[in-house]
């Protein structure tokens, strides 16, 4: 069984509901919205379903609020990558690494579920993407014009849109089934086509670059293990 703790009701509501959202999500990501129920998480956690409902009016708030929490340290996850880069090419690439982690999390039938059954939680989703995410790639895409990395022609909200759905693209089972395709390989290899399409020659030579470095690094990490 996972982790379950006692005394929930003589703790304060705060982390109460958090330990409860954190437990569903966890849920939700092994086994699918759909199939895991306020029965289930109360048995997890080895309380009542009603102590759920004392924090909880349904299964629809606990799915909204715990997107809510997990969007939260996405937020901070990225914009800790986007003050720790060391230029726009290095951010570009530690993003993109940052969100082939999450598709490994993440399962397309999580975001069909999220879309067709619990559309708040689905609106945050879509706003972090096209708001938050969409303002991250831009700035960068602004920033690489002016060091001159990327090409002074582009058109920054344009091509931020063309990375961002890109990205959404892996995703989809119907382009890439994951019984085919390699998730590192379409990853990689989507990225190589997006940044040798807008980077200027100085700015191909740093990726390539950080490429190298990138893949040294894994290849020493494997013999060390």
Known sequence: MT??????????????????????ADLFIKFGIRSVSMDDIAYHLGISKRTIYQYF??????????????????????????????????????????????IRETTSSLLFE???????AWRLMEAFRKEFLFEIVKQNLKM?????????????????KV????????????VFPRSQFNLKEVSDTLLDHFVFAICTEKGKKLYNKYKSQFES??????LGA
């Not at 982790?3 to 569903?24: Q, V, W």
């Not at 230029?87 to 940052?98: G, M, N, R, T």
């Not at 990375?163 to 119907?174: A, F, G, K, T, W």
């Open 217 to 222: 690094n894994n290849t020493l990490n494997t």
């Open 144 to 160: 690489g014009i002016e060091q001159g990395h990327f090409r002074g022609d582009l058109n920054p909200d344009v091509t931020s």
């Open 3 to 24: 982790e379950s703790f006692h005394g929930l009701n003589a703790m304060d509501d705060r982390n109460s509901k958090e330990r409860i959202m954190k437990m569903a």
């Open 114 to 120: 999220l879309h067709k059954y619990h559309i708040k």
């Open 163 to 174: 990375r961002l759905e890109e990205s959404m693209m892996i995703y989809n089972e119907d």
């Open 57 to 102: 009016s349904d299964k629809d708030e606990i799915v909204t609020l715990a997107t809510l929490h997990y969007l939260g340290h996405e937020k901070d996850t990225v914009k800790t990558l986007q003050s720790s880069a060391k230029d726009p090419i290095d951010l570009l690439i530690q993003v993109s690494h940052y969100l082939r982690r999450n």
